[in-house]
T-cell receptor
Framework: AQKVTQTQTSISVMEKTTVTMDCVYE???????LFWYKQTASGEIVFLIRQDSYKKENATVGHYSLNFQKPKSSIGLIITATQIEDSAVYFCAMREGRSNYQLIWGSGTKLIIKP | EAAVTQSPRNKVAVTGGKVTLSCNQT?????MYWYRQDTGHGLRLIHYSYGAGSTEKGDIPDGYKASRPSQENFSLILELATPSQTSVYFCASGEQGGWDAEQFFGPGTRLTVL
């Protein structure tokens, strides 16, 4: 069965440091995409970054990057040089090739950036 | 300018009443989705649509109906609202044909059923 698990409920770090949020997934498919979304305090949900299961290179967008460890079914989100405005809830999601474009979501990790 | 909008943003309903949540998108996306978000559950898919006239059941469709009268509009209908349907509801749109495509979300509707 498909499943996405985020075990870290909440993380608190100092501003300007690097933080990693964990996500593990379960799938029977060899082809899938992994996504990270951010939900701000206002409730807005925005897409951040994605990883193709066939690509070995870790995706990077701005100060977001991924640590894709396929043998461990793990896709960590790394935020470098964190800023106060990075405080939010971060969701990991997966789409399998046979899922008709549906996303399977994790339960989210709340990130608190302290000044 | 917001590409996915939802109305109303807040709604208080009575148990047994009918509630309609509306979503409009200007992305010209074929796919649209309705989710609910509850603490500890992340986002759960209720219904989705591949285009005008189509609706499909998601993971938790019981107690909900959906309607897609046009490319731009997708509604979620609670015929007989119950307190367990108190939640925040999000609409999203996405491109069809690319399963690497991200989804674009509306601002959410907070529904309270008393």
């Amino acid at each position: 069965a498909q499943k996405v698990t985020q075990t870290q409920t909440s993380i608190s770090v100092m501003e300007k440091t690097t933080v990693t949020m964990d996500c593990v997934y379960e799938t029977q498919d060899s082809s899938y995409f992994l996504f990270w979304y951010k939900q701000t305090a206002s409730g807005e949900i925005v897409f951040l970054i994605r990883q193709d299961s066939y690509k070995k290179e870790n995706a990077t967008v701005g100060h977001y990057s991924l640590n894709f460890q396929k043998p461990k079914s793990s896709i960590g989100l790394i935020i470098t040089a964190t800023q106060i405005e990075d405080s939010a809830v971060y969701f990991c999601a997966m789409r399998e090739g046979r899922s008709n474009y549906q996303l399977i979501w994790g339960s989210g990790t709340k990130l608190i950036i302290k000044p | 300018e917001a590409a996915v909008t939802q109305s109303p943003r807040n709604k208080v309903a009575v148990t047994g009443g009918k509630v309609t949540l509306s979503c409009n998108q200007t992305n010209n996306h074929n796919n649209m989705y309705w989710y609910r978000q509850d603490t500890g559950h992340g986002l759960r898919l209720i219904h989705y649509s591949y285009g005008a006239g189509s609706t499909e059941k998601g993971d938790i469709p019981d107690g909900y109906k959906a309607s897609r009268p046009s490319q731009e509009n997708f509604s979620l209908i609670l015929e007989l609202a119950t307190p367990s349907q108190t939640s925040v509801y999000f609409c999203a749109s996405g491109e069809q044909g690319g399963w690497d495509a991200e989804q674009f979300f509306g601002p959410g509707t907070r529904l309270t059923v008393l």
